[in-house]
């Protein structure tokens, strides 16, 4: 199969395969999540035969020309098969938690069809090659994340929902005015046609508005923690490595690999990312809402992505790619089991849990490990994510930088043990078993998983080397 052909049922069979689900539910429950996950997995591997097509450095621009200059255009390279490939990963292995963790819930047609076209709108984004299509694709996740967050129809989390829809649709909004500013400027919407092309400083900062919204950067950011109160399987897949590492990802394909910005811009973004960070760090470490405690703690590592990018050198780009990786499987595993903690205990409050390590050994060790990967311990992931990041900061002389992502690295510490000391050791407040079967061996994957990526960083770092060449061409 070519790898054209890959590309398109790697977006398409997702999206298709969504609007199966009220079909597949006409046979039978079971028969809908046999679907779903059948779907997502055929999602999940798809991206993965590209890999032997990257390593070799391979770069291909499929193009399907259309009317006022809206061409279809799919650009295939390293950076788009890495992501692709780790947020199809993640989000099937969600998808399989799902059927344990909403078993006997209702609208589960919906919830599926939304997941799945969640899934298929992002590797629309991730391959797109056109700014109208990337916009496109990007209002698609944001109805698919309003469905989702409002998923219990609550009045109050209804508005919630809203609330987080109105944010990422207002920032797409904005963004869109700096690609129409762009479109002036070039008359055309290819980003390959487009590469190496000066933007203005207010275009610069209406693309960086979406940017920050979709991935809650302070101050776009409070539609997120809101965000918990949506399934814990729904603010997974907001937070791994789909939704919010939409703004991160765009960031690269637009401010490296696409456009260049002015030199103040340049000094600009990493004083406004690594404010972000600090500040939900310090957001998360007087929470006690399991929920938000990890959703703040997401605004701060998102920071670490945007300030290893905005440094654009090698080892910082590198770094951000990385950690794209490292940091959606752990943070997948941190929220997966924190939603067999609320889904045993019914209780979300950190200080009212205890001693559940008794009673659920696995997930306990599985939050451990998740949390000495998104912290930056050896030799979990995300120590050499962080790693290169602090050294690409270094590396550009900017050692405040380094020392503030040091100090934010300490904070993540502090609030992640402070969970797991809270919640899983102690006097048990709320005795609950350990959850249903395809939970626990999804968060015990994502555990090995964040543990082997440090241990093998080798490999993911291979391909990682190869996106940064091949985006980064300022620096050939």
Wanted: aromatic share 12%; net charge neutral; charged share 10%.
């Amino acid at each position: 199969m070519s790898v054209e052909n890959i590309v398109l049922l790697t977006i398409f069979v997702p999206i298709i395969g969504s609007f199966a689900i009220p079909l597949a539910s006409l046979l039978s429950r079971s028969s809908r999540s046999v679907w779903a996950i059948l779907v997502s997995s055929v999602t999940a591997v798809l991206p993965l035969t590209l890999i032997p097509f990257a390593l070799q450095g391979g770069e291909q621009v499929v193009r399907l020309n259309l009317a006022l200059g809206l061409d279809f255009v799919l650009v295939i390279d390293a950076l788009a098969i890495f992501m692709a490939g780790v947020s199809s990963f993640v989000g099937c292995l969600i998808v399989v938690y799902s059927v344990g963790y909403i078993h006997n819930e209702e609208h589960q047609s919906e919830y599926y069809l939304m997941v799945l076209l969640f899934i298929g709108s992002m590797m629309g984004l991730v391959f797109s090659g056109n700014l109208i299509f990337i916009y496109l694709f990007w209002e698609i996740i944001a109805i698919s994340c309003w469905r989702l967050i409002g998923f219990y129809r609550k009045p109050d989390f209804v508005i919630k929902a809203d609330k987080a829809f109105l944010v990422t649709f207002f920032g797409a909004v904005v963004m869109l005015l700096g690609f129409i500013q762009i479109y002036g400027l070039t008359n055309t919407f290819d980003i390959t046609a487009m590469r190496g092309t000066l933007i203005p400083g207010s275009a610069v900062l209406l693309i960086l508005f979406g940017m920050f919204s979709k991935s809650a950067t302070i101050p776009l950011h409070t539609w997120l923690p809101d965000a918990g109160v949506a399934p814990t399987t729904v603010t997974a897949l907001l937070h791994a490595a789909v939704l919010v590492k939409i703004g991160v990802y765009a960031f690269a394909r637009l401010f490296l690999y696409t456009f260049r910005v002015p030199d103040d811009w340049q000094t600009i973004i990493p004083i406004l990312v690594v404010v972000s960070s600090l500040v939900s760090a310090g957001a998360a470490a007087v929470e006690n809402d399991i929920k938000r405690i990890l959703a703040y703690s997401t605004v701060s590592q998102i920071g670490y992505i945007f300030l290893g990018f905005s440094m654009a050198n090698p080892a910082g780009v590198s770094g951000s790619l990385l950690f794209i990786l490292m940091h959606g499987l752990a943070k997948a595993g941190l929220f997966l089991c924190a939603g067999i903690v609320i889904h045993a205990t019914h209780e979300k409050d950190i200080r009212q849990t205890g001693g559940l390590i008794k009673t659920m050994p696995v997930t306990a060790v599985a939050f451990l490990v998740c949390a000495f990967s998104v912290i930056g311990l050896p030799p979990f992931g995300g120590f050499f994510s962080k790693f290169l990041v602090i050294m690409g900061t270094v590396q550009a002389g900017e050692i405040w930088l380094a020392g503030a992502a040091l100090f934010i690295a300490v904070l993540t510490m502090y609030y992640l043990m402070k969970v797991f000391s809270l919640v899983f050791l102690g006097e048990a407040k709320h005795p609950a078993p350990e959850g249903t079967k395809s939970m626990v061996y999804v968060v015990a994957a994502l555990a090995v998983l964040s543990l082997a990526a440090g241990l093998f960083a080798a490999y993911p770092m291979k391909l990682v080397n190869i996106a940064t060449a091949q985006m980064s061409w300022w620096l050939r």
